[in-house]
């Protein structure tokens, strides 16, 4: 069985779909690759030096680098055959107590293979994990700490329970900075052959909002019909409306053109394909731009947080963007 799991490893995934897969492609392989964790990668990367690690947990925002980080430690650990000495799991598939009791305990029973006294097991998003597989879990992490340390992923640790996160050495990933974001860009753009101008970098790293996966997925897309890739070309891809449209509409509301506003939004909507959602998320960054006093800037924000509310509850999206409006155009009238 946990044969079968290994079967496909990274790179052979790579070789088999010919490297098309630009998450994949521009995966770090060293630590010195990895972007935006200098603090951490400097913690981690002691650890290999010694051969010997705690269990530790990667706690952090999508697309940050926490499953890189993690088949970095692995290949550095155990070189090219790391795949004998690593078990990757995604517990947000397979999120039983029955996994941990096969799978896993299957895994970490055996010894590894080398000169590392101990296998390595990648449990992915194990914030998804029930209480009871959980709990099976802290018991087997204490069981087999001779042979096989486990790395735990998830975006909120506080879904995992105290036994555990008290078992591992915690390290929180952040988005990645704006300086980050640009080399990346760079980077694919000299490989790729592709010219990016600033405003696009610029719109790649507000839509991306820090996460490295989504920026490379957006470039793939526009690199695919064009070698020149404008703002333009980003924010379609990206569905999501340019912010300079979004604050056009606050500032027609609060010059009182309540109906303009409408329509103009209504458009936005219908030409990027956004949700209600969508919107009332870029709307909330926009406020903090708007030439009002901070008193209304606090009304609108309370606005938006009931208006996202009611929302996902099911409340009809535009009518709800249009009650938002109207509260603007109260407070433009004061």
């Known amino acids: 069985m946990i044969e079968n799991e290994q079967r496909y490893t990274h790179d052979e995934e790579l070789q088999a779909s010919n490297h098309t897969i630009w998450t994949e492609k521009y995966r770090p392989k060293k630590f010195s690759e990895v972007l935006g964790q200098d603090e951490i990668v400097k913690r981690v990367e002691a ?19 926490k499953t890189s980080l993690a088949l970095v430690i692995a290949r550095q650990l155990f070189g090219n055959s790391y795949h004998m000495n690593f078990l990757e799991l995604n517990a947000s598939d397979e999120r039983g107590i029955d996994v941990v009791r096969n799978k896993v305990k299957d895994f970490a029973r055996t010894r590894s293979i080398g000169d590392v006294p101990f296998k390595i097991i990648y449990l992915d998003e194990c914030d998804a994990l029930t209480r009871e597989a959980q709990q099976a879990l802290r018991r087997t992490m204490e069981n087999f700490t001779q042979t096989t340390r486990f790395i735990l992923s998830a975006n909120y640790s506080s879904k995992i329970i105290d036994p555990i996160q008290s078992r591992c050495a915690i390290f929180r990933f952040k988005p990645l900075a704006k300086e980050d974001i640009f080399k990346l860009i760079d980077k694919i753009a000299a490989q790729e052959g592709i010219r990016i101008d600033s405003a696009a970098k610029e719109a790649l790293y507000v839509i991306s909002q820090g996460d490295c996966r989504r920026v490379e997925n957006i470039l793939q897309s526009a690199a695919s019909m064009e070698k020149h890739i404008s703002e333009e070309s980003v924010f379609s891809l990206a569905s999501m409306a340019r912010p300079k449209e979004v604050k056009e509409v606050l500032e027609l509301a609060l010059k009182n053109k309540f109906v303009d506003a409408r329509n103009k939004l209504l458009n936005i909507m219908l030409d990027y394909g956004l949700s209600g959602i969508d919107v009332i998320k870029q709307i909330q960054s926009e406020i903090i731009s708007l030439d009002i006093s901070g008193k209304h800037r606090m009304v609108l924000m309370e606005k938006c947080g009931e208006v996202e509310f009611r929302m996902t509850e099911g409340s009809d999206e535009f009518l709800q963007l249009e009650s938002f409006l109207a509260q603007v155009a109260l407070v433009g009238m004061q």
Do not use: E, R
């Open 47 to 65: 650890f290999v030096k010694q051969k010997n690690m705690p269990h530790v947990l990667f706690s952090g925002p999508a697309g940050v680098g």
